[in-house]
């Protein structure tokens, strides 16, 4: 088994559910991802680049999509999170399963694509 899966597999069923939706968004937008497992959790890459990560936050109790060029992006900024200390990542946050909006997942996945 690959640690990405390992990874994903591991973790409580709530995050779990979470990981296995948002990994299926992604491959479904952007057919030739690989998946990685890269700096401890499960990377995306595009072109041999990393493209967004996956990081269930057990303490604060949510599931982030880290994207690596996130400061390039220009759409969605209600949504993406920037947090202190980050110079180039921005984040989408799912703290339920219910709470994704595939629309918006989706238009920054595209938009994070068209960057490479």
Known sequence: MKPAEVYIL????NYRNILFHIIDVVQNTILDVTLEYKWTVPYF???????????ANHKHGFVDVGFAKGFELKNNLDYLIADNGRNTIK??????LEQIDNAILISVLEETKSLY
């Open 91 to 96: 984040s989408l946050r799912y703290f339920s």
């Open 10 to 13: 591991n973790q409580p069923e």
């Open 45 to 55: 890459y595009y072109k041999k680049k990393p493209l967004c990560y996956l990081n």
